[in-house]
């Protein structure tokens, strides 16, 4: 598509429920973020995608946060039994480079905003 | 280690008038420098970007930032102002270092606002 796409753009869960988020990056992008941004923060770093392998999960806040990117385009970011802490919004991006050839710039969705009630 | 201190968190402007956004950087690495703009409930985009060539950056929508090495600064200006500039802006930086993963490390944004 002609943008990153992000679905749902909005989502109510109750405390415990499974949730997950969608992403479509640009197509043909190699590379694929994803972010958390609480309420007036900047974007924190989760995970990163080089194709469909997982190179980083670093900033991934606890073992109920898994990332997935099976073929390498679409990426779907699952939280378990969701807290109330994890209400933010959910950016995905991507680029077109990768590795160390990657400048850091960056395309992003809209995001999906997570209210965990 | 990186980081990003932008060192006001509002800024308020009149239409017209001049707009400074202050950026601070560390970095143990030539850094790459970047400004991001999120307008409410729209993606971020990116402005502008210096990697090390130009340090005077022009990006869209009039906006430069000079990159000053001796002053680890990177502020974003723009002559005068418009109100459809209002919206949240991120400074970031971006390492040079080892590794596969250039992880970006962001500032805590600035809210501008511009008065009619």
């Known amino acids: 598509g002609a943008g990153v796409s992000q679905s749902p753009r909005y989502k109510v869960a109750k405390r415990g429920q499974d949730v997950a988020l969608r992403c479509d990056p640009i197509?043909?992008?190699?590379?694929l973020f994803w972010y958390q941004q609480a309420l007036g923060q900047g974007p924190e770093f989760l995970t990163y995608?080089?194709?469909?392998?997982?190179?980083?999960k670093s900033g991934l806040p606890s073992d109920r946060f898994f990332a997935e990117r099976p073929e390498g385009s679409v990426s779907t970011l699952k939280i378990q039994r969701t807290q109330q802490e994890d209400s933010a919004v959910y950016l995905c991006?991507?680029?077109?480079?990768?590795?160390?050839?990657?400048?850091?710039?960056?395309?992003f969705g809209e995001g999906s905003r997570l209210t965990v009630l | 280690a990186q980081s990003v201190t932008q060192l006001d968190s509002h800024v308020s402007v009149s239409e017209g008038t001049p707009v400074l956004l202050r950026c601070n950087y560390s970095?143990?690495?030539?850094?790459?420098l970047f400004w991001y703009v999120q307008h409410p409930n729209k993606g971020l985009q990116l402005l502008l970007k210096?990697?090390?060539?130009a340090t005077l950056v022009k990006g869209i929508n009039g906006f430069e930032a000079e990159f000053k090495k001796s002053e680890t600064s990177f502020h974003l200006t723009k002559p005068s102002a418009h109100m459809s500039d209002a919206a949240e802006y991120f400074c970031?930086?971006?390492?040079?270092?080892?590794?596969?993963?250039?992880?970006?490390?962001w500032g805590l944004g600035t809210s501008l606002a511009v008065n009619p």
């Open positions: 970031v930086v971006s390492d040079r270092g080892y590794g596969n993963n250039r992880k970006l490390i």
């Open positions: 970095s143990s690495y030539s850094p790459s």
């Open positions: 210096y990697t090390s060539a």
């Open positions: 197509s043909g992008h190699v590379s």
């Open positions: 995608f080089q194709n469909e392998a997982q190179l980083d």
């Open positions: 991006a991507s680029s077109s480079q990768s590795g160390r050839l990657n400048t850091g710039e960056l395309f």
